[in-house]
């Protein structure tokens, strides 16, 4: 059973800085993607940033040049540098990863239980 683990969030002043964490768990043989996405009270989840294996990361258009995504393979792990903090960037922040985790087994979606990230004064 593959489990997805966030941490990092919490509470911080505009034009402040986080990082995120997300670790991937279980039994797994290859991991294709992993990336964030993020879901304000009463607006649609969206991806914030994503890291396919092997390519080039993409971003939001809201976030470029503000946010960095980065992975440990060896740690089966996802990061997300957010910096320069907007009070709209205020969201659960929710670690997705695209995953087979055997030989066996096709690929599949998993998501992590999501982290709250608040940026106000």
């Known amino acids: 059973q593959v489990q997805l683990v966030e941490s990092g969030g919490g509470l911080v002043q505009p034009g402040g800085s986080l990082r995120l964490s997300c670790a991937a768990s279980?039994?797994?043989?290859?991991?294709?993607?992993m990336g964030w996405y993020r879901q304000a009270p009463g607006k649609q989840r969206e991806l914030v940033a994503s890291?396919?294996?092997?390519?080039?990361?993409n971003y939001a258009d809201s976030v470029k040049g503000r946010f960095t995504i980065s992975r440990d393979n060896a740690k089966n792990t996802v990061y997300l540098q957010m910096g320069s903090l907007k009070p709209e960037d205020t969201a659960v922040y929710y670690c997705?990863?695209?995953?087979?985790?055997?030989?066996?087994?096709?690929?599949?979606?998993?998501w992590g239980q999501g982290t709250q990230v608040t940026v106000s004064s």
């Open positions: 997705h990863a695209d995953i087979r985790p055997s030989i066996l087994t096709r690929r599949q979606i998993y």
């Open positions: 279980g039994t797994i043989f290859n991991i294709y993607r």
């Open positions: 890291a396919p294996s092997d390519e080039t990361p």
